[in-house]
């Protein structure tokens, strides 16, 4: 799909897409989340759904699959964070989308649901990257996630801050690797071009940014 094709779908399908997000933001203040110190959640939703505007032309296979990947974004983080089921999150699907869409969209979010564990590595282990990489989209969206974390990451200068960017930088070639089904199926696709801007956040010596960014693509 044509970048001009993709943003002609955006704007066919703008008000459906709006509802999401309006829930998705709705749900998440329900449960008093916040991101960073001190911003409602919906700012990291908003941040993960900007890479999938800026770049989902990319993966998109079919007009029937916006709807399904949008919501995937927005709901994202639904199970893990804001107290929903599976059940939970395809029966609002279904409010929104045919039944079909409802269960790739849910399958979206059911994928990106951490597993239960008592440290980093447990949480997102194996099992939790196999489920990626065998969903459609999931990959991409794991990835537009991984990207708007960086970039808040390496948008601040307080401890937490400068913490996870030495830990999501530690993680890139792990995480692309892992996030990675290799299929030739485009909605399994893990872009070139999002990688080089995750690169871009993480590394701070310019001379180096497109070698280690390329290094990073052929490593996995």
């Known amino acids: 799909m044509t970048r001009v094709e993709f943003e002609a779908l955006m704007e066919k399908y703008a008000e459906q897409i709006e509802h999401i997000r309006q829930t998705a933001h709705d749900l998440h203040k329900s449960v008093n989340q916040t991101y960073g110190d001190d911003l409602p959640y919906g700012y990291h939703l908003d941040m993960v759904v900007n890479g999938i505007r800026n770049f989902g032309h990319l993966v998109c296979a079919k007009e029937e699959d916006i709807l399904p990947l949008f919501f995937g974004g927005y709901y994202h983080d639904s199970i893990e964070d ?3 089921t599976y059940n939970d999150v395809l029966k609002t699907a279904r409010e929104m ?3 079909e869409q409802a269960y790739m969209a849910t399958e979206i979010a059911y994928a990106l649901t951490n597993d239960k564990g008592r440290t980093r590595a447990e949480r997102a282990g194996e099992k939790y990257y196999k489920g ?3 969903t459609p ?3 991409f969206v794991k990835l537009c996630d991984r990207l708007a974390n960086i970039t808040f990451s390496c948008s601040g200068i307080n401890e937490d801050n400068l913490h ?3 830990v999501y930088k530690g993680e890139v070639p792990h995480f692309l690797a892992s996030i990675n089904p290799h299929s030739d199926d485009k909605r399994f696709l893990v872009p070139q071009e999002v990688v080089l801007k995750l690169a871009e956040c993480l590394i701070d010596d310019l001379e180096r940014e ?3 960014a390329s290094a990073w693509w052929h490593e996995y």
């Open 82 to 84: 804001a107290r929903l």
């Open 137 to 139: 989209y999931a990959p």
């Open 210 to 212: 497109e070698q280690n």
């Open 97 to 99: 989308m045919t039944e």
């Open 164 to 166: 996870m960017k030495e």
């Open 132 to 134: 990626i990489r065998e």
